[in-house]
T-cell receptor, first 113, second 111 residues
Framework: EAGVTQSPTHLIKTRGQQVTLRCSPI?????VYWYQQALGLGLQFLLW???????NRGNFPPRFSGRQFPNYSSELNVNALELEDSALYLC????????????FGNGTRLTVT | GESVGLHLPTLSVQEGDNSIINCAYS??????FIWYKQESGKGPQFIID?????DKRQGQRVTVLLNKTVKHLSLQIAATQPGDSAVYFC??????????FGTGTRLLVSP
């Protein structure tokens, strides 16, 4: 069974640009989560999608947004990139929301210069 | 507010020793807890979980203990191996399907 896959693996952008990150969940998982992991820090919750709807978001500005498609894959969009957006962006999926383990992909490393 | 923290940022052990990684949480309403292992360049990997109606749960070489009275969680790794070297995170279900993660403990295993 394939795990959570994310693309691209690495990305370099310039301040002010926009970026789109992609995630495919484990087959059968309907919930997708996005987390930001800045260097030396823990994982900060960004967004939760389930059945195509945004169910919850963390303490991030509106320039962080996303969506979930009918096949349960998801995109994370970040507009007007800032230097502090440089981080590892992790996508996770689960079978039963927050009551079962989240399974993570290996992330997209975003560097903003 | 919600927070999950760790007492020790780095833990160094010898191969074969038992390791104990500790975690404090602040949300007394949390009912589900998970331990993750993250190796360099990879995403967090699920190790073991425990629900609030349990005090202890065992897996292969790992045991999680939950003390709800003092809001403390620990991960015990038996016979630690070099392959166990990684950063370990605890996480709690803070409601609305949101897992709150601690900042992590680095485990270093010397041969």
């Amino acid at each position: 069974e394939a795990g959570v896959t994310q693309s691209p693996t690495h990305l370099i952008k310039t301040r002010g640009q926009q970026v789109t990150l992609r995630c495919s969940p484990i087959s059968g998982h309907t919930s997708v989560y996005w987390y930001q992991q800045a260097l030396g820090l823990g994982l900060q919750f960004l967004l939760w999608y389930d059945e195509g709807e945004e169910r919850n978001r963390g303490n991030f500005p509106p320039r962080f947004s996303g969506r979930q498609f009918p096949n349960y894959s998801s995109e994370l969009n970040v507009n007007a990139l800032e230097l502090e957006d440089s981080a590892l962006y992790l996508c996770a999926s689960s079978l039963d929301g927050g009551n079962s383990p989240l399974h993570f992909g290996n992330g997209t490393r975003l560097t903003v210069t | 507010g919600e927070s999950v923290g760790l007492h020790l940022p780095t833990l160094s052990v010898q191969e074969g020793d038992n390791s104990i990684i500790n975690c404090a949480y602040s949300n007394s309403a949390s009912d589900y807890f998970i331990w993750y292992k993250q190796e360099s360049g990879k995403g967090p990997q699920f190790i073991i979980d425990i629900r609030s109606n349990m005090d202890k749960r065992q897996g292969q070489r790992v045991t999680v203990l939950l003390n709800k009275t003092v809001k403390h969680l620990s991960l015990q790794i038996a016979a630690t191996q070099p392959g166990d070297s990684a950063v370990y995170f605890c996480a709690e279900n803070a409601g609305f399907q949101k897992l709150v993660f601690g900042t992590g403990t680095r485990l270093l295993v010397s041969p």
